[in-house]
């Protein structure tokens, strides 16, 4: 009898143990998801002004939602609107809606849908045909609208009279502290079903000393961390998800022949094209970026377009002296970045050299206005390195995305919204780069690092999170 009971005891613990696995990797609901980001946000409006738009976009993502959404793919897929229609001339569009409420507990309407359509985009013109339909139409054509309307600057929000925004989310904002703490609380009440956690607490711009030193998230469940602090932590295994070189870390001149800055003489445009040839993207993106980042040419990345090869990245300082050379006597002149973030400097010092062996010189500077448009317009300085998001999975959305973050001209806007082929969409990139107003560095990936009782976090290629599916162990 002995012995036939031990086998039994060891297959029963063999039988307990692949139950207890496979319940631990079973979905649950409930518990409370601690994510740290690494900026202060003010203000979860996607109309208003960010210092980081992306950070933004990921809390505001799950309280309100799009017409549409891009998938991981790269696919249209309906959201708020569930069909649509088009004419001939893609300028009038037709859509119907899903039944969805707000979380003030109003229903989604056309006439809500309207309202928040008109307030972020003035320049079209939307009517409602009945509860649940509506036609947009816009200017002139706009092959790309639907993948547009998936940018969360056209997020449909509903306005209350205190000035609280609704949405229709998975998710409800259940405490606000701006600058310190987003607490969100599940939507029981969402169209697409309630989210698994419980909540999800936010808090920004903390220290992360002790989760570095440590090699520990502690009682975290997910932290966003810069590229230049992974290294250590992918050699001690810990589990960490990195974006496609995506952000583009971009050189803005701030005072152009075409725009003149008052009080600040333009650089001369030889002298633009000259730094940006002679820039070493290549030792950047090897050396201080880690290898986690691409020389850039253009503003979209090689992976998504399959054209960035059009646009050179290469170091050619023997033309950028002969530029140099054409242009005659110049002044020094200032590039400023973000004092808060130590890569930027030594990116900035890094352009500095380059420029020098070239015959430029070039003063870098931080300042801690450098990410806002109305904190650019009060920095001293003749260009700025700005890192700005890829904002969507779509090229053309993407790139419209990033000429209103680099102030383009109307002209180049409309040039992207109109772009029916990828050729329409090379020559409007190619336009907004001609002149070396905007010089191109380097794509960035983004990183976040999360703990072993974390599951379904889905970062997508450009870094953008989806949570959807998000849920943790250790729950009751």
Not at 127 to 139: D, I, S, V
Not at 188 to 201: K, M, Q, T, V, Y
Not at 261 to 278: C, F, H, M, N, T
Not at 379 to 395: E, G, M, V
Request: charge should be neutral; aromatic fraction near 6%.
């Amino acid at each position: 009898m002995r012995r036939s009971f031990l086998p039994l005891v060891a297959i029963s613990s063999l039988l307990f143990g692949a139950v207890a696995a496979h319940a631990s990797s079973r979905p649950r609901y409930g518990g409370t998801v601690r994510v740290l980001l690494r900026h202060k946000l003010q203000s979860l409006d996607p109309l208003q002004e960010s210092a980081d738009t992306a950070d933004r976009d990921r809390i505001g993502n799950l309280l309100f939602e799009c017409l549409t959404e891009i998938d991981a793919q790269g696919r249209t897929v309906p959201k708020l609107a569930t069909s649509w229609q088009v004419d001939a001339a893609r300028r009038v569009w037709q859509f119907n809606l899903r039944s969805a409420n707000f979380h003030d507990g109003s229903p989604l309407t056309a006439a809500a849908v309207a309202a928040s359509m008109k307030a972020a985009n003035a320049d079209w013109k939307v009517t409602f045909n009945g509860r649940q339909a509506f036609t947009l139409e816009t200017p002139y054509p706009a092959p790309h609208l639907l993948e547009m309307l998936a940018l969360s600057r056209f997020s449909i929000i509903k306005r209350l009279p205190d000035g609280t925004l609704s949405g229709t989310g998975p998710y409800t904002l259940a405490e606000w502290r701006p600058g310190e703490r987003a607490l969100l609380a599940a939507n029981a009440e969402h169209w697409g079903g309630r989210p698994f956690p419980d909540n999800i607490d936010f808090r920004m711009g903390l220290s992360l000393r002790e989760h570095l030193m440590e090699r520990s998230l502690g009682f975290d469940h997910a932290v966003e961390l810069g590229v230049d602090q992974v290294r250590a932590l992918e050699q001690s295994g810990q589990t960490l998800q990195i974006s496609r070189p995506s952000d583009i870390l971009v050189l803005v001149f701030l005072s152009t022949e075409s725009a003149p800055r008052p009080g600040r003489r333009p650089i001369d445009p030889r002298v633009r094209e000259a730094l940006s040839k002679s820039i070493n993207r290549t030792a950047i993106s090897n050396v201080l970026v880690q290898r986690r980042g691409a020389p850039a040419g253009g503003l979209l990345p090689q992976w998504m377009t399959g054209y960035e090869f059009l646009f050179p990245s290469n170091q050619d300082m023997e033309r950028a002296r002969e530029l140099r050379a054409e242009a005659g006597p110049i002044l020094p002149f200032s590039i400023a970045y973000d004092a808060a973030d130590s890569l930027m400097k030594q990116i900035a010092d890094r352009i500095a050299v380059d420029a020098r062996e070239a015959g430029i010189t070039v003063q870098d500077v931080g300042d801690l206005r450098i990410n806002t448009p109305s904190g650019r317009s009060g920095i001293n300085a003749d260009a700025i390195l700005l890192r700005l998001p890829l904002s969507s999975l779509d090229p053309a959305a993407a790139l419209f995305d990033l000429a209103d973050g680099l102030a383009l001209p109307s002209d180049d806007v409309s040039a992207i919204v109109r772009s029916a082929r990828p050729e329409d969409l090379v020559e409007a990139e190619r336009k907004a780069l001609a002149d070396y107003r905007v010089v191109p560095v380097v794509h960035l990936s983004q990183v976040v690092w999360t703990n072993g009782s974390t599951h379904n976090w889905q970062q997508l290629p450009n870094g953008e999170w989806r949570l959807e599916q998000l849920w943790v162990e250790g729950t009751r």
